[in-house]
């Protein structure tokens, strides 16, 4: 995993966990065709799930050209990124995972969004989605300036 995740769960092997540490090491790296590789070519993003400042309509980001897309709008405003994984539950073909995504930014300010993280793989390990389950005002409620 990249050194911006930390992680506080079990590391039982699964493919769903497997892919979603893939993903947040892949941030943290800010390597982004990496990271669009990760996901089936007609897979899903949301995040956070519903209407948001990233996505107006709560669609989700569809494909390789959407998730690509929000990386450029979301992702890549950020300084770094950091994970803090406290719980993660598989079953099936997914993972939820519980904790925390620290966003710093380039002005030295920095904004936790606390949320479940849920990842569906499929028959081969690729990403089908990808829902993150956070709050905007409550992660907003967060913001700091940096020392």
């Known amino acids: 995993m990249g050194s911006g995740v930390q992680w506080n769960a079990s590391r039982e092997e699964h493919p769903a966990r497997q892919a979603a540490w ?13 990271w ?6 007609d897979a899903v993003v949301e995040d956070p799930v519903g209407p948001s400042m990233f996505d107006p309509e709560g669609r989700g980001h569809h494909g390789h050209e959407g998730i690509a897309a929000f990386w450029d709008l979301a992702i890549a405003q950020a300084e770094r990124i950091e994970f803090r994984i406290d719980d993660s539950f598989a079953a099936g073909s997914e993972v939820a995972n519980v904790g925390t995504i620290t966003t710093h930014l380039p002005d030295g300010s920095a904004m936790d969004a606390e949320g479940v993280f849920v990842y569906r793989v499929d028959e081969s390990g690729l990403i089908r989605s990808m829902r ?6 409550r992660a907003m409620a967060t913001l700091r300036q940096g020392s």
């Open 22 to 34: 893939a993903s947040m090491s892949a941030v943290t790296r800010g390597a982004k065709q990496e």
């Open 36 to 41: 669009v590789a990760l996901f089936a070519p």
């Open 132 to 137: 993150a389950f956070w709050e905007v005002d």
